[in-house]
C-alpha cells in the first residue's frame, strides 16, 4: 500500500490557523463544517479521511506507542508553527493518541496549544480501575464495582446481581488476545448472571487482572445516554449536548451504530455539575445508563476527547470542534445554540449487524429496522455525498484486499494441483 505524501504545509499560508487532527472521517468533517484547515496525522496509511475534500494534509505517523511518533508530532508542529506564526490546535479522537498527548504534553505543548486534564485525572479517565477510585472519591452516581479478591460488598462471589465485565484499560486492547477470548467482534465487555458464574468462565479467570468487574445495569440500547461537551480550565462547561444511543453492535455491550440527539434537562444538569466536580478540562463524553427501575442516572465512563458524537452534534448546529478552536486560540466564549434533533448517525454496516443480532432475539423485525433508517435523516459514519472521498477510498482499498486474497489462494491451490498432477 502507497503511503500518502507529505502535505504541502506551505499551501496553508494567509489561511485560517489550521488544527493538526489525531483523528477520522467524522472529525475531519467538524473541522470542514466550521471552514478550519485540518491536517490530519494517523499510524493507518489506508486511513479513509485522508481523502476528504476538508483534509487539507495528510501525515502517516508512526504508531501511538512508538517512542518515534511523538517526535514525528514535535516536528510537524515546529513546521505548522513557523507557518501560522503561532501554536495550533491539536487535537485527537482516541483513547491510544490521548494517551500519547497526556504522556509528552509539556513537550507538545511547545508548539500546539491543547487544554487536557490535570495527570490524575486524566489517567483515571484511561484506567477504569482508578476511575472507580475517582468517581468514589468525588462521589459521582457510579455502578457499584466489584473486585475478584474482594471483601464485604466488594466481593465478586457474593455478587446476586448481574455482572458486566470489560477491561480495566481504554488502551491496546482492541486486538489483543483478552479481546478476541472475551469480548468477539465489536463487544466491549460481558454480561454475566452474577459474581459465581463470572468467576466460573476460564477465559475470565485467566484474564482476571486485566478485567473490571462492576454491576450491570438492565436496560436496552435506548437506556444509553451521553453528555457531550468542552470545558474550561475551572470545569465550567461552555457548550454540550445530550445524546441517546438506539443501537449497538453487538447489543447492550457494543460499539454506537444508530444514535440521536436528545434532549433532557436533568441529565444536562447532572453533566455539568460531574464536569465541575472533577473539573473535567477541555472535551468530553460522559456515557449513562438510566436505571429502569427507579430512573436514577449512573455514570458508566468518561472519555475525554473528541468522538464520532461531535459530526452528529455539528450536522444539528452545535458543532463543539469548532467551540473548542474559538477557545484555544482566542478564549472566546460561545453562546452556543441549542443542538437541533434534525439528523441521526447511522453506521450501516454495524446497525445491519445490530439488526440481525435482535432479530435473533426476537427484539426487532427487518421491516420496522427498515422503517427506523427510512423514516429518519441520517447522515453516515463514511458516506457522505458533499464528500464522497472517505467512502470511495475505503471500499477501493477493501475490494483491492479481498481480491488481493482470492487471487493468492487460487495461484495456492493451481500450485498444488500442478505438484500432485506432475
Known amino acids: 500500500m502507497a503511503t500518502p505524501p507529505a502535505p504541502s504545509l506551505h499551501a496553508l499560508e494567509g489561511s485560517r490557523v489550521p488544527v493538526l487532527l489525531l483523528g477520522g472521517v467524522n472529525l475531519v468533517r467538524c473541522l470542514g463544517?466550521?471552514?478550519?484547515?485540518?491536517?490530519?496525522?494517523?499510524?493507518?496509511?489506508?486511513?479513509?479521511?485522508?481523502?476528504?475534500?476538508?483534509?487539507?494534509?495528510?501525515?502517516?505517523?508512526?504508531?501511538?506507542?512508538?517512542?518515534?511518533?511523538?517526535?514525528?508530532?514535535?516536528?510537524?508542529?515546529e513546521k505548522l508553527r513557523a507557518i501560522a506564526g503561532r501554536r495550533i490546535p491539536l487535537m485527537c479522537g482516541s483513547d491510544d493518541a490521548l494517551k500519547l498527548l497526556c504522556a509528552h504534553r509539556d513537550r507538545l505543548q511547545r508548539h500546539f496549544v491543547m487544554l487536557l486534564n490535570e495527570p490524575a485525572v486524566a489517567t483515571a479517565l484511561i484506567d477504569k480501575e482508578r476511575f472507580q477510585a475517582l468517581a468514589a472519591k468525588r462521589g459521582l452516581p457510579v455502578p457499584r464495582e466489584f473486585r475478584w479478591d474482594g471483601k464485604g460488598a466488594l466481593r465478586l462471589a457474593g455478587a446476586e446481581v448481574e455482572v458486566l465485565v470489560k477491561p480495566k484499560t481504554k488502551v491496546d486492547w482492541h486486538d489483543s488476545h483478552l479481546h478476541d477470548?472475551?469480548?468477539?467482534?465489536?463487544?466491549?465487555?460481558?454480561?454475566?448472571?452474577?459474581?459465581?458464574?463470572?468467576?466460573?468462565?476460564?477465559?475470565?479467570?485467566?484474564?482476571?487482572?486485566?478485567?473490571?468487574?462492576?454491576?450491570?445495569?438492565?436496560?436496552?440500547?435506548?437506556s444509553l445516554w451521553s453528555y457531550h461537551g468542552f470545558a474550561d480550565e475551572?470545569?465550567?462547561?461552555?457548550?454540550?449536548?445530550?445524546?441517546r444511543k438506539i443501537r449497538t453492535d453487538p447489543p447492550l455491550t457494543g460499539e454506537s451504530a444508530f444514535i440521536e440527539i436528545a434532549e433532557d434537562a436533568a441529565l444536562g444538569a447532572l453533566g455539568r455539575e460531574i464536569a465541575a466536580r472533577l473539573p473535567l478540562r477541555g472535551a468530553f463524553k460522559m456515557d449513562f445508563k438510566q436505571d429502569p427501575r427507579d430512573g436514577r442516572w449512573l455514570l458508566l465512563e468518561i472519555n475525554a476527547r473528541f468522538n464520532l458524537w461531535h459530526y452528529l452534534g455539528a450536522r444539528n448546529g452545535?458543532?463543539?470542534?469548532?467551540?473548542?478552536?474559538?477557545?484555544?486560540?482566542?478564549?472566546?466564549?460561545?453562546?452556543?445554540?441549542?443542538?437541533?434533533t434534525t439528523y441521526r448517525w447511522l453506521s450501516l454496516e454495524l446497525d445491519w449487524r445490530a439488526c440481525r443480532a435482535l432479530r435473533k432475539s426476537g427484539e426487532l423485525t427487518f421491516g420496522r429496522w427498515i422503517a427506523s433508517i427510512a423514516l429518519s435523516r441520517n447522515v453516515f459514519d463514511l458516506f457522505s455525498w458533499s464528500d464522497p472521498g472517505p467512502w470511495i477510498r475505503f471500499w477501493r482499498l477493501r475490494v483491492a484486499r479481498r481480491v488481493s486474497r482470492v487471487s493468492r489462494r487460487l495461484f495456492t491451490r493451481v500450485r498444488q494441483w500442478r505438484s500432485t498432477a506432475s
Open 234 to 243: 475551572h470545569g465550567k462547561v461552555l457548550a454540550a449536548f445530550v445524546g
Open 318 to 340: 452545535l458543532n463543539l470542534v469548532q467551540v473548542a478552536y474559538d477557545y484555544l486560540l482566542d478564549r472566546v466564549r460561545p453562546r452556543a445554540p441549542a443542538a437541533a
Open 33 to 77: 463544517l466550521a471552514g478550519i484547515p485540518a491536517i490530519v496525522a494517523s499510524p493507518d496509511p489506508t486511513e479513509p479521511a485522508f481523502a476528504s475534500r476538508y483534509c487539507r494534509g495528510s501525515v502517516v505517523i508512526p504508531p501511538y506507542d512508538h517512542p518515534k511518533a511523538v517526535n514525528r508530532l514535535l516536528a510537524l508542529g
Open 181 to 222: 477470548r472475551l469480548f468477539g467482534a465489536g463487544g466491549k465487555a460481558r454480561i454475566f448472571a452474577n459474581g459465581q458464574e463470572a468467576m466460573a468462565d476460564p477465559g475470565v479467570a485467566h484474564f482476571r487482572e486485566q478485567l473490571a468487574f462492576q454491576e450491570y445495569i438492565p436496560g436496552d440500547d435506548r
